[in-house]
């Protein structure tokens, strides 16, 4: 059974930072593309940030500068580093696995909420 599950989410200020972590099992994070959606209450869900099997990565341009997605292949985990945060930014974050041009795959995290309060 694959599962992926998150880790560190919270309450931060604006202009704080937070790293999340998305562990896989199996050999996920090596053989797909992984990435992080966002939900925010009211909106639908947005893709933040993907990262190939390759290293290549892409971010939507609401966070381009400000985070950045990385992977440690040996931990089979998937990290979300969040800088200068934004009121905006709040949402539940889920991690995915299996991203194919933005499309999510099949595999999703049970989310982690990310609070940034002004």
């Known amino acids: 059974q694959v599962q992926l599950v998150e880790s560190g989410g919270g309450l931060v200020q604006v202009g704080g930072s937070l790293r999340l972590s998305c562990a896989a099992s199996?050999?996920?994070?090596?053989?797909?593309?992984m990435g992080w959606y966002r939900q925010a209450p009211g909106k639908q869900r947005e893709l933040v940030a993907v990262i190939t099997s390759g290293g290549s990565t892409t971010y939507a341009d609401s966070v381009k500068g400000r985070f950045i997605i990385s992977r440690d292949n040996a931990k089979n985990t998937v990290y979300l580093r969040m800088n200068s945060l934004r009121v905006e930014d709040t949402a539940v974050y889920y991690c995915?696995?299996?991203?194919?041009?933005?499309?999510?795959?099949?595999?999703w995290g049970q989310g982690t909420q990310v609070t940034v309060s002004s």
């Open positions: 995915n696995a299996g991203i194919l041009l933005g499309v999510p795959g099949n595999y």
């Open positions: 199996g050999s996920l994070v090596s053989r797909y593309a």
